[in-house]
Structures are given as C-alpha cells and as structure tokens.
C-alpha cells in the first residue's frame, strides 16, 4: 500500500469511528428522558424522601450522561478533523 492510499485509508477508517461516536451520542441522549416519577396526568404520585433521592439520582445521572454524550461528540469531530488532515496529506504531491 503506498503512503498516499494508507493515508486515505486512514482517514475513512476515523470517519467511520466519527459516525459511530455520533451515534453513541444519540443514544445516550435518549437514555433517560423517559424515566420519570410523574405520570402522564402530571401530579406525583411517589413522593418522600425515597422520591427525593431517585429525582436527585435521576438529574445527576442525566447530567453524567449528557456530559458523555458532549464528549462523544467532541470525539467525532476531532476524528472528522484528523481525517480531513490525512486527505489533505494525501493529496499533496
């Protein structure tokens, strides 16, 4: 394989390691938005200290997660730039 197809090799393989990240970071987002202690009328019906912990619980772990996801993303887009590096490379003469 010569410099210039490893190089585009290279890049392709961290584009798709990019869309998966993009993927993983959909998935966390939605991980938890439907966990919730009030139904669909809107009126709590679990309450007390119990109640309390798991809301706090849940916010934190929704904070944790979304944190995760931001971080997947980042990770995407710095792959993205590393490939569009290597094409740049290969395309030198």
Known sequence: MTDKAK?????????????????????????LKDVT????????????????RFKGTLRTQRNQLGDLAGACRTTAENLRQEARQRREEAAKP
């Open 7 to 31: 190089l585009i090799a290279e890049a392709e393989e961290k584009e798709a390691l990019a869309r998966k990240f993009d993927g993983w970071a959909g998935q966390l987002d939605g991980l």
């Open 37 to 52: 202690t009030t139904p669909e009328g809107g009126w709590e019906i679990w309450t007390g200290p119990a109640a309390d």
